[in-house]
Nanobody
Framework: QVQLVESGGGLVQPGGSPRLSCAAS????????MNWYRQAPGKQRELVAA???????NYADSVKGRFTISRDNAKNTVYLQMNSLKPEDTAVYYC???????????WGQGTQVTVSS
C-alpha cells in the first residue's frame, strides 16, 4: 500500500510558477513510477508528466518546456514545477504511483490549481 498526499495548489496568476509536491508513505517509494495527472471541469483526466524509478521523464505536449517533474527518493516525494502557467492549466492535479510489474497503482486526493488574475 502507498499513501499519497499532494500539496502546493491554490490560486495562481497567469505566468506564475508554483511547485506541487506529493509525499508518499507506506512502501518503498524509489521503485515506483510516479505520475502527475490533471482533470479540468468537464474534461477527462489526462497525464501531465511521468518519471520512472530510474529518473526518465515524459511530458504531455501541452506542458512540455513549462513543467518539470522530479523526485527525491530520500524524501519519498515527487514534485511538479510548473512555470508560465496559463488559465487552461486550471485543474485538479493528482499524484499517481505505479508498480506495473505488480499491476497496482495508487492515487492521491488531488490538489486544485486555479490560474486566474
Amino acid at each position: 500500500q502507498v499513501q499519497l498526499v499532494e500539496s502546493g495548489g491554490g490560486l495562481v496568476q497567469p505566468g506564475g510558477s508554483p511547485r506541487l509536491s506529493c509525499a508518499a508513505s507506506g512502501s518503498i517509494f524509489s521503485i515506483y513510477a510516479m505520475n502527475w495527472y490533471r482533470q479540468a471541469p468537464g474534461k477527462q483526466r489526462e497525464l501531465v508528466a511521468a518519471i520512472t524509478s530510474g529518473g526518465s521523464t515524459n511530458y504531455a505536449d501541452s506542458v512540455k518546456g513549462r513543467f518539470t517533474i522530479s523526485r527525491d527518493n530520500a524524501k519519498n516525494t515527487v514534485y511538479l514545477q510548473m512555470n508560465s502557467l496559463k488559465p487552461e492549466d486550471t485543474a485538479v492535479y493528482y499524484c499517481n504511483a505505479v508498480r506495473a510489474d505488480l499491476g497496482v497503482d495508487y492515487w492521491g486526493q488531488g490538489t486544485q490549481v486555479t490560474v486566474s488574475s
